[in-house]
DNA sequence: CCCGGCACTCACCTTTTGGTAAGTACCCCA
DNA sequence: TGGGGTACTTACCAAAAGGTGAGTGCCGGG
């Protein structure tokens, strides 16, 4: 009830949008796809790692968000191809700044998370 | 072993900036504080939600990363103001686009995620 | 004199997330 | 005949993330 200490308009937004992309292989996948459709097995073995239960969640998940279209074609071996949509390809561009900002300061934050493991290093902490 | 079936390269992008942003009030304590410095009962009342446990955790773990710095004022009832570094401000602006995507689009992915959570609304659904 | 606010810390518990391993149904190839 | 590939599903488990509630020390106000 104060005077308004902060903003809170907004906010969600951010929410939002790692609910759809924060799984811990969306953005591999989300990648992945903005080069071109992929089937089940095709994306298995670029998201090396991944288990067949995760993939297919966060795929059928991102189905229902409408960012990656399937498609089954009745083949003989069963055959899927994933695509992103467009709408999809509006979040890959929304994810790219943060993506860039990450390959640029990796090595910086990875230094100053070492650091911060050790509490002495060699010199003394001054404070 | 094949020809390269998907690009492999980057990736990590996202990972690295998400470990440091990615918790669930991370962004919001971003955004507060992206408002101008702010001691830690004012954050807390901002976050209407959080537990201090986890703003601190969160406090902490951004501070470590350097996005955002705290300072202790030796006072009679304890003071520390938070603030956002220079380095926290990049994060800042690399996170907007997707909170814009986020934002801009929250009705729509609501729309569908309920339209994919009752699977008979009225229509028999065919299959 | 006790209560509340300051800025925490700690122990414990629940929820969510991700991983493992197995099974399904069908087919081709050796 | 059986082993592998296709695209999944299911049950069970472990780890991580997050939440609850209590305690700390110090002070001012009612």
Known sequence: ???RECRTT???????ALDV?????????LWALSDGPKRFGQLRRCLSGVSEKMLIQHLRELERDEVVHREVH??????VDYSLTAFGATLVEALRPLSDWGTEHRSRLEAVRT?????????????
């Open 1 to 3: 009830m104060a005077v």
């Open 10 to 16: 907004f906010v969600s937004g951010l929410d939002v």
């Open 21 to 29: 992309a924060g799984g811990k292989w969306k953005g591999l996948i």
């Open 74 to 79: 009745q083949a003989v071996p069963p055959r």
């Open 115 to 127: 650091a911060a493991a050790r509490p002495a290093p060699g010199k003394t902490a001054a404070l």
